[in-house]
Structures are given as structure tokens and as C-alpha cells.
């Protein structure tokens, strides 16, 4: 147990600050701006840039101390696809929340889902942000 | 690339039943126009079943020949992250093929989102259940 926790540590402080920078930029513009509903296609590069930067915690994870304990040993190649899997896993979880924000709150006017195309076509850019940097970390892995 | 021929003819050869009998389940229900006969809830159990099969396809993919080289070598914890994560990314990849399949062929697959979600959420369940027996059963 102390292993894991330090291993979560480890990998907040080396890839954390990415995540919680763009989703912090993300709360601002929501919040502070209302920017997305001004601007509804500021949504395409925001989960975009998510899925770059969720994708690159759990590359940087990959590299710190006992990672091969909870993430396995990877070559180029399964190292592209743990990555991708693991994007995926955050892109799912990232709709589950902003579905239940939305089923909580009950604002039909200020949806994070407004529907089933745009939550799609979401978790699609998130996939391809995460497939950028899949495939640098599979191509700068020895 | 004849190693990943081997590694992929593993599955498809001990596992791909499971998945593919529960996708010829789900399009017979769809295209046969049996969506009156089940009930409205079918899709629950089937997205489901969808996990439990898919990670079970993966789980067998994680013993096949040269399965080191293309999905890495794993503990139980990480070997459980792994297939839940597989699952997720299948699960992602399905709802948006029936999105373009919607889209396509003017059909409604996907009825709301609370549904396409509810797809989701069923579908990483199965898969856990499964990550779950092959952590355990792991070695």
C-alpha cells in the first residue's frame, strides 16, 4: 500500500501539473466566462488538448519507480497501447462526470452534454489527443 | 511481423466466439426487426455481456504467443488495469461506430445520451468482472 501511494505521488509530481493546469483553464473559462456557451467550438481543442494531457500523466507514470508493478513492463509497441487504453479509461470517466454534473445540477441550459454527436465526436478528440503523444512516448521508449 | 500474426491468430482463434456471438445476438435483434419481441431494457444486460466478452478476448490475447512483445508484462494489479482499460477503449470505439452507423444508415442506435452512457457504464462493468478473475487467476 505505502508502494502504490508512493507511486501515485511520483507520478502526480512529474505528469500532474498538465491535467490540472488545462482543467483548470477549462473551470475558468466555464465558470469565470461561460466561454463555451459563447464559443461553442472552444469545446474541440479543450478535449483535444485533455486527451494530450491525460495521456502524457500516464506516460510520465510509466516512467516513475515501481510503475512496472501497477503498469506493467512495455515494449514500443504495448507501451502505445496501454497508453491509449488508459486515455480511453480517462475519456469515459471525464463523460460519466459531466453526465452526472449534468443530471445533478439540472440545468438544461447549460449542459456539458448537449448531445450524443458532441459527446462523440468528444471522446474521438480526446482519443486522437491521446494518440499523439501514445505514439511519441512508444517512439521515445527504450 | 509473422510473431503478430501469431499473437493476434491466438485470440481470435480460443476467444473471438464470445464477442462475436453476442455482436450476431445484438445486429440479429436490430436488423431482423426483433426489437419488439425483447424488451426495452435488452441492451443493459447485452452491453454487459459486451464487457464481459471483449476483456475476456483480451484477457486470452495476454497469454498468447509473444503477448510480452505487444501488451507487456504484467502483475495482477497491472494486468487488471490493462484489460479494464481495453475494455474502456473498446467500449469508446464501439459507441462511436454505432454514432457513424446512426449517422450513416439514418437509424437511431444511440437514443439519448443518458443511454449511450448507461452503454458505457454496463459495458466497463463486464469488463471488470473479468479483469477481476484474471488478476486473480494470474501467475
Known amino acids: 500500500m505505502k508502494d502504490f501511494i508512493e507511486f501515485c505521488i511520483n507520478a502526480l509530481k512529474k505528469g500532474g501539473w498538465a491535467p490540472i493546469i488545462v482543467f483548470a483553464i477549462h473551470a475558468v473559462l466555464s465558470r469565470g466566462f461561460s466561454a463555451y456557451a459563447h464559443f461553442p467550438l472552444l469545446d474541440i481543442p479543450m478535449h483535444f488538448i485533455g486527451g494530450i494531457v491525460i495521456c502524457y500523466f500516464f506516460w510520465a507514470a510509466s516512467k516513475t519507480p515501481n510503475s512496472e508493478i501497477y503498469l506493467g513492463q512495455h515494449t514500443h509497441f504495448s507501451l502505445f497501447v496501454m497508453l491509449m487504453a488508459l486515455t480511453a479509461f480517462a475519456t469515459i470517466m471525464w463523460e460519466f462526470a459531466e453526465w452526472t454534473r449534468d443530471a445533478l445540477t439540472g440545468k438544461t441550459d447549460a449542459m456539458a452534454q448537449v448531445s450524443i454527436s458532441d459527446t462523440m465526436a468528444d471522446m474521438l478528440l480526446g482519443l486522437v489527443g491521446g494518440a499523439v503523444i501514445a505514439l511519441r512516448a512508444a517512439i521515445k521508449h527504450n | ?139
Request: proline share 4%; hydrophobic share 60%.
Open chain 2, 1 to 139: 511481423m509473422k510473431e503478430f500474426f501469431e499473437f493476434c491468430m491466438y485470440p481470435i482463434k480460443k476467444a473471438l466466439w464470445a464477442p462475436a456471438a453476442v455482436f450476431i445476438f445484438y445486429v440479429s435483434v436490430i436488423h431482423l426487426g426483433l426489437s419488439d419481441v425483447v424488451p426495452e431494457w435488452w441492451d443493459i444486460p447485452v452491453h454487459f455481456l459486451g464487457g464481459v466478452t471483449i476483456c475476456y478476448l483480451f484477457w486470452t490475447a495476454s497469454k498468447a504467443p509473444h503477448a510480452v512483445k505487444f501488451l507487456g508484462q504484467h502483475t495482477r494489479f497491472s494486468l487488471f488495469v490493462l484489460l479494464v482499460a481495453l475494455t474502456a477503449l473498446a467500449a469508446v470505439l464501439w459507441e462511436i461506430a454505432e454514432w457513424v452507423d446512426d449517422a450513416l444508415s439514418n437509424r437511431e442506435a444511440q437514443v439519448t445520451v443518458a443511454d449511450t452512457i448507461c452503454d458505457m457504464f454496463m459495458g466497463l462493468v463486464g469488463g471488470a468482472v473479468v479483469a477481476l478473475r484474471a488478476a486473480i487467476k494470474h501467475t
